[in-house]
């Protein structure tokens, strides 16, 4: 079993950053595959990023070249560097974790999520 809390949310202007972090407990991330999710108001949860293996990235068109995933293996954490933050990009953010590489990208095939955590961008 693994428990997932993220943090670092907030509320922020166009252009700014934030970082978010996702503790996990009961056992390690790096045996997972990590994803982060996004789902905004009224819309389906949509996949932002993850992260698996020697540190191979996926990432979203809509944020490629603005959003990071890391690990940081020491903490058991695994993080997502937002940077130039835009209005479309509000939503609550979730961590989850799946036991597989394969379809990285779909929500319904991962096995452990977190409560996420809101992230607001005013224009």
């Known amino acids: 079993q693994v428990r997932l809390v993220e943090s670092g949310g907030g509320l922020v202007q166009a252009g700014a950053s934030l970082r978010l972090s996702c503790a996990a407990s009961g056992r390690t991330t790096s045996a997972f595959a990590m994803g982060w999710f996004r789902q905004a108001s009224g819309k389906e949860r949509e996949f932002v990023a993850a992260l698996w293996g020697d540190y191979r990235t996926l990432y979203s068109n809509s944020v490629k070249g603005r959003f990071t995933i890391g690990r940081d293996n020491a903490k058991n954490t695994v993080t997502l560097q937002m940077n130039s933050l835009e209005p479309e990009d509000t939503a609550v953010y979730y961590c989850?974790?799946?036991?597989?590489?394969?379809?990285?990208?779909?929500?319904?095939?991962?096995?452990?999520w977190g409560q996420g955590t809101q992230v607001t961008v005013s224009s």
């Open positions: 989850a974790a799946k036991s597989t590489v394969r379809h990285l990208d779909s929500f319904g095939e991962y096995d452990y």
